[in-house]
């Protein structure tokens, strides 16, 4: 893609952030159905845009409060799972501030976590709970930061206390912990190779400008998003095992569409498959 066509699609996308942006933060505010769906259309058109091909597999939550646990690859994650259905995310402050992503995740009502600021987390699942209690669908990047793609890192558990807290509310029963597992498996059509997925990541130090503009020009994307299966939480749940095996189906989802990926960690021998039952054992005894 040109840099002229890159222009003429980010114009394209901010005339209809500009007519859209009222109506969602008018309908956040009186309860409209529709501040949660035009930021879904919104989604859609970037990806359809800047040419992102989405293949789904699975089944996205249904009317149980979900919190959702997924790897985190790319800021292209957003408008992915943003074009899935209405949701809203638990980010780090820095996101708020950043142009045009920092206003659409302001739009979808995310949560900012100052992860620099003692007693942040505590807060954020607070107002995560009340959200969860509410009935809506919330996903949290459960790395905890990005990866360069060819490794998935280990969950964390600690935001995950939301959904304990949000079973304090009488009316809530029960939550469900919902794997979502992102993998950029083609470009132009052909394998992404392990050397090719930094290039699509976006980590480390990276400047968001120069690596947006370099992916864009790059070519189309196929990325494919696995729901696993939802993972009932209730009082009863330990918050730790719960979270290791919503890393397994991940993990699990991501080796089926990046086969070729290396081990999560260098090893001298023959890969041997692990099972979440197997993992769930090993977290609980360290």
């Known amino acids: ?45 970037v990806l359809r845009l800047f040419g992102v091909r989405l293949t789904v597999r699975g089944s996205a939550p249904g009317a149980t409060p979900t919190l959702i646990l997924s790897n985190h690859v790319s800021w292209l994650d957003i408008p992915v799972i943003g074009s899935l259905r209405p949701i809203s995310f638990i980010a780090k402050s820095e996101v708020a501030s950043w142009p045009v992503f920092g206003l659409c995740a302001s739009l979808q009502r995310s949560v900012f976590i100052d992860r620099a600021r003692r007693g942040a987390t505590a807060e954020a699942n607070a107002v995560v709970a009340h959200r969860l209690a509410r009935g809506e669908a919330m996903v949290l990047f459960a790395e ?12 964390r558990s600690s935001l995950v206390g939301a959904a304990r807290a949000a079973l304090a509310d ?3 029963e029960r939550i469900d912990l919902q794997p979502l597992g992102l993998a950029y498996t083609r470009r132009h059509g052909m394998p992404v190779t392990r050397r090719e997925r930094p290039g699509i990541a976006w980590y480390g130090d990276m400047d968001l400008l120069p690596h947006l503009l370099a992916l864009l020009r790059g070519g189309p994307i196929d990325v494919v998003a696995t729901w696993g299966e939802p993972i009932p939480f209730d009082a009863r749940t330990d918050r730790k095992r719960a979270t290791v095996l919503a890393e397994a189906a991940v993990r699990e989802a991501l080796r089926k569409e990046t086969p070729a990926a290396p081990p999560t960690a260098p090893t001298t021998a023959e890969p041997v498959p692990v099972r979440p039952e197997a993992a769930v054992a090993r977290a609980v005894s360290q």
Do not use: E
Not at 7 to 18: D, E, K, M, T
Not at 23 to 41: D, H, K, M
Not at 144 to 155: A, C, E, H, I, V
């Open 170 to 172: 009488p009316a809530v």
């Open 1 to 45: 893609m040109s840099f002229l066509g890159i222009g003429v699609r980010a114009a394209i996308l901010l005339v209809l952030f500009a007519a859209l942006a009222p109506l969602v933060s008018l309908g956040g505010r009186r309860g409209w159905p529709l501040a949660g769906t035009l930021p879904v259309l919104f989604h859609r058109a």
């Open 144 to 155: 905890g930061t990005t990866g360069d793609g060819n490794r998935l890192l280990s969950f």
